[in-house]
């Protein structure tokens, strides 16, 4: 059964339901807003789905991102005529969660700890990857991009706590 044939499945009405325009469509959420549960769900799948530690997302086999996106809609349920839409999306917030978790998992590495919970096999192969002379350059490239200054301004600080900026635009208009 395809994804598509899924979400057309009876009983899913519990389900959050995902609507691009969820501004005009009652009950509907989408990805740029906080508080829905899609990053928590793909909390989840980082813990119990994850076989091996690839460096990014899309290094990860497509069989394994196809079974994801089939977990999420597990959980979450949209008009089926819409699938394609979702996948890419969600293929586009999953690889931006996952970065951020392996960043926070290295940053653990750095300073010799192992996070709580993680699959042993997923840590050995990202401390192989993370001990490689290629992947400690890059790495060094990169921390300097960012930190470089904006034209003295020093570098750019993030403020608006655990909330998209979407979420923040709504909650601004409804004052």
């Known amino acids: ?43 989840r799948m980082e813990y119990t789905m994850l076989k091996r530690g690839y460096p990014t997302f899309y290094d990860m086999p497509d069989e394994d991102q196809e079974l994801w996106f089939r977990q999420f809609a597990q959980e979450f349920t949209w008009e089926s005529g819409i699938t394609e839409q979702v996948k890419i999306v969600f293929r586009r917030k999953a690889a931006s969660h996952y970065t951020k978790r392996i960043n926070e998992w290295k940053q653990k590495f750095d300073v010799g700890e192992v996070p709580k919970h993680i699959n042993p096999d997923v840590w050995w192969d990202l401390c192989a990857h993370w001990t490689k002379d290629e992947t400690k350059s890059l790495s060094t490239i990169n921390s300097q991009n960012r930190c470089s200054g904006r034209d003295g301004k020093g570098m750019f600080v993030h403020n608006l706590g655990a909330t998209s900026l979407q979420t923040r635009a709504l909650q601004l208009v409804s004052f």
């Open 1 to 43: 059964m395809t994804v598509a044939e899924l979400v057309r499945q009876p009983g899913r009405e519990s389900l959050q339901r995902l609507a691009p325009n969820y501004l005009i469509v009652p009950n509907t959420t989408w990805f740029d807003l906080s508080g829905n549960g899609i990053t928590n769900s793909l909390l």
